[in-house]
């Protein structure tokens, strides 16, 4: 296997190709950026893609898009028949269409499951002019036709000393009776002290919080 730095600073060696990556392990990323595009579809599983403030349930039967520059990693969970299926995009025409330029997860239909799965006949660098590249760019012109309608489930999180304990606790404790009284009760803190925490670090509300934490526990739970 690739030692995981080669790998990462090999995606963005030729600007102009299209970065093809099929396997069924799991790489344990660092916070890091490309210069290209990328599109995540997990066979089997389900992935988180973390960025520096909050994290992303990828469920089964979607896909994540990653514009260039963004600070992110994955987190893949895997079954013994996952396969995480990556394609590294060219960015010089990405100002032709806003998709391309923000972060979302989209349900992947028919046509572009069978497209992603049959890249898998590439490997690596495929540059332009090579057999496949017009294949490979046709999947990333039809992505902001296809994928109109993002999936907006993100967790936020963070690093502050006083909220990242609360926060590992509610995690382990999702499944029970959980009020803002009770966990302040938990930490020491008073009621309307931990609700200006999430207020002001979080941007939601506490009770914001564990319903969505709850929502990507279900996802996670389902699949």
Not at 44 to 55: H, K, Q, V, W
Not at 63 to 84: C, E, F, G, N
Not at 177 to 192: A, C, G, K, M, V
Request: aromatic fraction near 12%; include cysteine; hydrophobic fraction near 35%.
């Amino acid at each position: 296997m690739q030692p995981l730095a080669g790998y990462l600073s090999e995606i963005d060696v030729h600007p102009q190709s299209i970065y093809v990556l099929h396997e069924k392990v799991e790489r344990k990323f660092s916070m890091h950026k490309h210069d290209k595009g990328q599109l995540t579809y997990v066979e089997g599983g389900i992935a988180f893609c973390n960025m520096p403030d909050r994290s992303y349930v990828v469920p089964a039967r979607h896909y994540i898009w990653v514009p260039k520059d963004q600070q992110h990693y994955m987190q893949i969970r895997h079954s013994k028949s996952t396969t995480t299926r990556n394609l590294y995009f060219y960015s010089h025409d990405d100002h032709l269409h806003p998709f391309y330029n923000r972060l979302g997860i989209y349900p992947v239909n028919e046509l572009l499951q069978q497209m992603i799965a049959y890249s898998a006949r590439w490997k690596c660098h495929v540059l332009p002019g090579e057999p496949g590249f017009s294949f490979l760019s046709a999947i990333k012109d039809i992505l902001p036709e296809i994928s109109i309608a993002a999936l907006p489930v993100a967790l936020p999180t963070t690093q502050h000393e006083r909220l990242r304990p609360v926060l590992q606790y509610i995690a382990q404790h999702f499944d029970q009776q959980l009020t803002l009284e009770s966990i302040s009760h938990e930490f020491d803190l008073s009621p309307r002290t931990l609700s200006r925490l999430f207020t002001n670090t979080l941007n939601m509300s506490f009770v914001q919080y564990l319903k969505t934490l709850r929502v990507v526990k279900g996802i996670e739970m389902i699949l």
